[in-house]
């Protein structure tokens, strides 16, 4: 079995593509220039470009989708990067943004499992099933149940009441432990968040989830990205990897567009796909803003990292039927900030039967668990490569609990940290879920300070994941739109 203790790269085998001028086609002068090629700035440009509007996207890596993205090894492995799941409104963005051959493929996990030392058992994560825990299960009073959903329902970003998810669970079921952990605990995989940050940051995720279970796309994210490339070019939007932006350029508190290297690229307008922080402390320059603006800026907190471990069977190996996702864990009660210990208790496995990627006869499994940046990012690096071997045992070991034979069946293992994240995405400290809530503020008011600069991304929490992501993109584009019809309108000649 190999072992990979490198960061992922998202290439085959590791190899970067060959040298040459990446941005060769193209063009001086687009209406709207994309920086980074994650869903929302994915989904922002494909909107722009079906509308008529000239597009380029400009992503740094060679590889693109952001987190939504894949890598090869040899032996035929195909691993995707981070945990595939979410709601069913999924479906309905990609219909109206990326048409059918996309949503079609978008199809419900059959099973769902926990494994803890206070509850085990399988769950359709519909709203039906949870209604049956809690009440069958937890014994919860089914009109406390309903009450709490409604209140979910309620939830929206614009009305914080100021609760934190804890008082929010504890009002509706106080004392109860073992049910803030059924409640709480996909949640803090699936946005980082924990049980002290807004209850609106759980309420509208947890909504959404709890529709009709979750939800993931069937094909792998190789083929995602690659029928998303071909919709964009169909819809005449330009796509350049290996495009490292340094400088979005303004002039006379506007967008005049990018700067690559020595390549210039003008703009009326830029969407920002790179971190929050990234765009207002890298990407602009520090006059462009306003002072009290950009200082309060900064003090928005990141949201935390991850660590992943991806186990790939050999030809002809296969797993038994577990589940599609299982949250597992030996720690005896829930603490959500515990699940970003460096050497915790809790994880998440993604199981990739042959289903995921039809044809292949292949498996894999993810392991991923939340991390925090500063465990990591100060290790030397024997200190770093002793960590990851630690990560990767302990994640074998907690899998053997389910698969037994499973490292007689494995031929790659490989890690990734909050390190690793850094590297491949540029997100400041590896952040994998954006900014804390207050980040959402920032980035909306973004266009306040420099005309025709925006940005779109993994904020607030709840727009993080790839719903959030691909529907904040929709949202930037809609009023990107409406600032490039403004401009024609300035200057189309008067009768």
């Given amino acids: ?112 499992r926990f494994d803890n030392p206070q509850f085990q058992f399988d769950t359709t994560f519909t709203r039906e099933d949870f ?30 009441d100021g609760r934190t998810t804890a008082e929010l669970f504890e009002e509706f079921f106080p004392g109860r432990n073992d049910v803030h952990r059924l409640l709480m605990e996909p949640i803090s995989y699936a946005n980082g968040s924990t049980l002290q940050d807004p209850a609106i940051t759980y309420g509208i995720v947890f909504s959404n989830f709890m529709s009709k279970g979750v939800y993931t796309f069937t094909g792998g994210t190789d083929l995602l990205i690659r029928e998303m490339r071909t919709i964009l070019a169909r819809n005449g939007v330009d796509v350049f990897g290996r495009s490292q932006v340094d400088e979005i350029t303004v002039e006379h508190g506007r967008v005049r567009g990018v700067r690559v290297g020595t390549r210039e690229i003008r703009a009326e307008t830029v969407i920002s796909n790179a971190g929050l922080k990234a765009t207002i402390e890298r990407l602009v320059a520090p006059d462009h803003f306003d002072n009290a603006w950009l200082d309060a800026a900064k003090q928005t907190r990141l949201n935390c990292s991850s660590t992943q471990v991806y186990m790939g069977l050999g030809p002809g190996e296969d797993l038994p039927w577990i589940a599609d996702l299982l949250f597992t864990s030996t720690r005896p009660e829930f603490d959500s900030a515990s699940l970003a210990d460096m050497h ?38 024997p200190d770093y490569a002793m960590a990851k071997a630690r990560l990767e045992e302990d994640t074998l070991a907690a899998l053997e609990v389910h698969v037994p034979e499973i490292r007689s069946k494995l031929t790659h293992v490989e890690s990734s940290t909050p390190r690793s994240f850094a590297f491949y995405t540029q997100h400041t400290q590896g952040a994998s879920f954006g900014t804390k809530f207050e980040g959402l503020r920032y980035s909306m008011e973004l266009p306040q300070q420099i005309e025709g600069l925006f940005h779109s991304g993994s904020v607030g929490i709840i727009m993080s994941g790839w719903l959030g992501a691909a529907n904040y993109g929709a949202i930037t584009a809609n009023k990107v739109d409406a600032r490039i019809d403004s401009l024609a309108a300035e200057t189309a000649p008067t009768s």
Avoid at 66 to 80: I, M, N, P
Avoid at 149 to 158: I, S, V
Avoid at 347 to 360: A, I, L, W
């Fill in 1 to 112: 079995m190999s072992h990979s203790t490198h960061y992922f790269t998202g290439s085959r085998d590791g190899k970067r593509p060959p040298a040459g001028d990446p941005l060769r086609k193209a063009k001086d002068h687009y209406d709207v220039v994309v920086v980074g090629s994650g869903l929302a700035g994915l989904t922002a440009a494909n909107i722009l470009g079906r509308a008529g509007h000239s597009v380029c996207v400009l992503e740094q890596h060679y590889n693109f989708g952001g987190l939504a993205t894949w890598f090869k090894r040899r032996g035929g492995h195909v691993f995707d990067i981070s945990l595939h799941g979410f709601p069913i409104g999924m479906q309905k963005t990609c219909r109206k943004y990326w048409g059918t051959s996309i949503s079609d493929r978008i199809v419900q996990l059959e099973g769902v």
């Fill in 344 to 381: 915790g208790q809790s994880r998440t496995f993604s199981f990739y039967y042959p289903k995921v990627r039809p044809g292949t006869g292949r498996h894999t499994v993810v392991s991923s668990m939340n991390a925090d940046w500063a465990d990591w990012a100060d290790l030397s690096e």
């Fill in 131 to 160: 209604t049956h825990k809690l009440v069958d299960v937890f014994g919860c009073a089914p009109a406390t149940v309903e009450s709490f959903y409604e209140t979910l329902r309620a939830m929206n970003y614009y009305d914080d």
